[in-house]
């Protein structure tokens, strides 16, 4: 999210209006959630006090994580990752995929790399891989379509 041109948000708003339309399902979006969980100070100043104020930035980052991995673990069934040259030069992502898979929550990877240029820790936190948005669809109206 921190690398991706849009931080995620095109990718994220097409998928979750697929899984609610198709799946009947609610998706957690992390771009939608923050402009909540931040102050308009905060929105502004975030990447500055990246460089300039420490305490600041962690304060902040460190409500953004609980945030996101509380949502992760107690109101998730499963994850959607989309994983591209963004996603690997960030943190998120990363971590995330493997609390999600440490506590049994099924991550589907949807990515147009080749699997030998992911990460083997990223391959194997993840429960399947897909290379196109209709092919994790199917997947996810077997496994969870109401």
């Not at 891989?129 to 199917?138: I, K, N, Q």
Request: some cysteine; aromatic content about 12%; proline content about 3%.
């Amino acid at each position: 999210m921190e690398y991706a041109p849009d931080q995620g948000k095109g990718w994220r708003e097409e998928i979750a209006l697929l899984l609610k339309e198709r799946l009947g399902h609610e998706v957690f979006n992390p771009n939608e959630e923050i402009n909540q969980l931040l102050s308009e100070e905060e929105k502004l100043h975030f990447r500055e006090w990246k460089e300039d104020d420490e305490d600041k930035f962690k304060t902040l980052m460190n409500r953004i994580i609980e945030r996101d991995l509380n949502q992760l673990t107690e109101k998730s069934d499963y994850v959607i990752c989309k994983w591209d040259e963004y996603a690997a030069k960030g943190g998120g992502t990363h971590g995330e995929i493997t609390v999600a898979y440490y506590n049994k929550i099924p991550v589907f990877l949807l990515s147009e790399m080749p699997r030998n240029r992911i990460s083997s820790w990223i391959l194997g936190c993840s429960e399947k891989f897909f290379f196109d948005v209709e092919s994790l669809l199917l997947e996810l109206e077997i496994r969870y379509k109401k």
